[in-house]
């Protein structure tokens, strides 16, 4: 077969730019660090890599779910703890105004400070954050109770605005899991049989008001009643919260497993990278070298094309 000058052109081209392609990949994975950069560098691998890539993707918004929840319940776990230490303070004033000893005037006194106790309760129990109400339950948008003022300068009610069995917030951990982020107003302040902590507070204001020192010792036991469910509020709020941080540390765990798959598989070595684009390289030049040779064009060449 005729070997025309226009077909060995053809060839020398093709040879450079193959050389040419195969230098432009090994430029590619030295400076990249990855032996696949592209789905056609390797399909099965990139497939690969986009499956672990995904996992990766869910697992990072399982952790932003499980951060947002852990936000909420460390700054619920916080304002309990101030709604304990706001039921102890009051304990210790009701004991001050059942004992004998203390005047009309003294009670009168204390009176006024347990208004003040009811209105930072007030405060703690319409708790925001991020904008939405903290022990709403899925009301977020509405504050889980209101108030209104007396003549006397004292708060006259405070009244809930929730409904009864209000639904607690959840959120997706992970795979087919959820975890409830929230406590209700309910969950904290309501006692059952129509009572909750604002009730009783009321009731010991207005014994306190009335110098009846047998209806202010009545309290202590409704208000001893009180501050253990909040106890116990608190320390299921801490057991979500200790339950969230393990589960992040087990995302943690799966984190370095995925991205370590994903190094093994797309990762190239970066030793055998650079060896490969000096050869690559030298091969590149030679064919530049060679093609320059074959191709002498003269007269007689151009007429046989």
């Known amino acids: 077969m005729r070997i025309t000058h226009h077909r060995l052109v053809e060839q020398v081209i093709n040879n450079v730019e193959a050389q040419m392609e195969r230098l432009s990949?090994?430029?590619?994975?030295?400076?990249?660090?990855?032996?696949v950069n592209r789905t056609s560098d390797?399909?099965?691998a990139a497939s690969e890599i986009l499956n672990l890539q995904?996992?990766?993707?869910?697992?990072?918004?399982?952790?932003?779910?499980?951060?947002?929840?852990?936000?909420?319940?460390?700054?619920?776990?916080?304002?309990l703890g101030q709604v304990r230490d706001l039921g102890v303070r009051v304990r210790s004033l009701t004991?001050?105004?059942?004992?004998?000893?203390?005047?009309?005037?003294?009670?009168?006194?204390?009176?006024?400070?347990?208004?003040?106790?009811?209105?930072?309760?007030?405060?703690?129990?319409?708790?925001?954050?991020n904008g939405r109400y903290l022990f709403g339950g899925n009301e977020i948008r509405q504050s889980p109770y209101e108030s209104t003022e007396g003549e006397n300068g004292w708060l006259e009610t405070v009244t809930p605005t929730f409904r009864q069995g209000q639904d607690r917030l959840e959120l997706i951990i992970d795979e087919g899991e959820r975890?409830?982020?929230?406590?209700?107003?309910?969950?904290?302040?309501?006692?059952?049989?129509?009572?909750?902590?604002?009730?009783?507070?009321?009731?010991?204001?207005?014994a306190l008001a009335d110098n009846d020192g047998e209806a202010i010792g009545d309290m202590l036991p409704r208000l001893d009643e009180a501050l253990e469910k909040l106890n116990g509020v608190t320390s299921m709020v801490g057991s979500r919260i200790q339950s969230a941080q393990e589960i992040l540390n087990r995302f943690d765990e799966k984190e370095i497993t995925l991205t370590s798959r994903i190094s093994d598989i797309g990762d190239v070595d970066i030793a055998d990278?650079?060896?490969?684009?000096n050869e690559d390289m030298t091969s590149y030049e030679l064919a530049l070298r060679t093609s320059a040779k074959s191709i002498q064009p003269s007269l007689v060449n151009f007429v046989y094309l």
Request: proline letters at 1%.
């Open 25 to 35: 990949r090994s430029q590619e994975q030295a400076t990249t660090g990855l032996r």
């Open 42 to 44: 390797d399909p099965v």
């Open 54 to 79: 995904t996992r990766l993707d869910r697992l990072e918004q399982y952790r932003r779910n499980i951060n947002s929840g852990l936000s909420s319940l460390n700054l619920t776990e916080n304002t």
């Open 95 to 129: 004991v001050q105004g059942a004992n004998d000893v203390t005047t009309a005037e003294g009670r009168e006194a204390l009176a006024e400070e347990i208004d003040q106790e009811i209105r930072q309760l007030l405060s703690l129990a319409n708790t925001k954050h």
């Open 179 to 206: 975890m409830e982020m929230t406590v209700t107003a309910e969950d904290t302040f309501a006692l059952g049989d129509a009572d909750d902590l604002f009730d009783i507070l009321f009731d010991l204001r207005q």
């Open 273 to 277: 990278a650079l060896t490969r684009l």
